[in-house]
C-alpha cells in the first residue's frame, strides 16, 4: 500500500502560469515533507522541504504547502518556465529512533510549454 | 565533493548472470539509501545503511538481491541471479545523520537484463 501518493502522472502548463503539483499521504507519522526534481537520465534533486509544525515554506518562485487535517501537500510553481520541466517527486519521512527514511510518491512529469 | 558516484552508468547483461551496481557516497554522511524506479512504482526504496551497518532491507525483493557496504565509502548492490523484471533504474543516494535534512542521489545506474 503507498503511504504517499501522487494521483497526476502528467501535468502540463503554459509558460508564465502557475504549476500547482499534488501529493496525499496516509501515514500520520510522517513529519517531515520534501520535494523533488527529476531531470532525463540524472538523479533526483532536492527542491524544498516543510516541516510538520508549518503549513507554508517559499523559496524563490516554489512554494509548498502542507495541510496535516487532510494529509495533503502541494507543489506551485509561479511563473512556470520551460527548464521547469521534468518529474517532480514528492517525499515524506518520520523519525524512527536514530532511523530517518524518505518515502517516496511515483512522480508527477511537468511540462512547461513556450 | 563530487556528489554521490554510481557506477556503471548502464548495464546491460543476460538473464541469470550476476550483476553488481557500485556506490561511493558523499564523504561525510552517515546514511546511505539504495532505491530501484520503475514506471509503475516509482521509486522504492530497497535497503539503507546507517554507518556501515544494515538497517532495513524489508525493501529487497528477492533473495536474489543483496546489498553490502564494507566501508564508509563504498556500497554494492548485488543482484544473483539477474532476470528481466529486474530492469529498472537503481539509484543511491547519500545524507547526513541530524534530522530534517534531505538525501542527495547520484546519477543512476540503468540496468537491463534481456
Known sequence: DQQVKQNSPSLSVQ?????????????SMF???????????????FLISISSIKDKNEDGRFTVFLN???????????????GDSAV??????????SARQLTFGSGTQLTVLP | DAGVIQS??????????????RCKPISGHDYLFWYRQTMMRGLELLIYFNN??????SGMPED????????????????????????AVY???SSLEQQNTEAFFGQGTRLTVV
Request: proline share 9%.
Open chain 1, 15 to 27: 509558460e508564465g502560469r502557475i504549476s500547482i503539483l499534488n501529493c496525499d499521504y496516509t501515514n
Open chain 1, 31 to 45: 513529519d517531515y515533507f520534501l520535494w523533488y526534481k527529476k531531470y532525463p537520465a540524472e538523479g533526483p534533486t
Open chain 1, 68 to 82: 496535516k487535517s487532510a494529509k495533503h501537500l502541494s507543489l506551485h510553481i509561479v511563473p512556470s518556465q520551460p
Open chain 1, 88 to 97: 517532480y517527486f514528492c517525499a515524506a519521512s518520520w523519525s524512527s529512533g
Open chain 2, 8 to 21: 556503471p552508468r548502464h548495464e546491460v547483461t543476460e538473464m541469470g548472470q550476476e550483476v553488481t551496481l
Open chain 2, 52 to 57: 556501515n551497518v544494515p538497517i532495513d532491507d
Open chain 2, 64 to 87: 536474489r538481491f543483496s546489498a553490502k557496504m564494507p566501508n564508509a565509502s563504498f556500497s554494492t548492490l548485488k543482484i544473483q541471479p539477474s532476470e528481466p523484471r529486474d530492469s
Open chain 2, 91 to 93: 539509484f543511491c543516494a
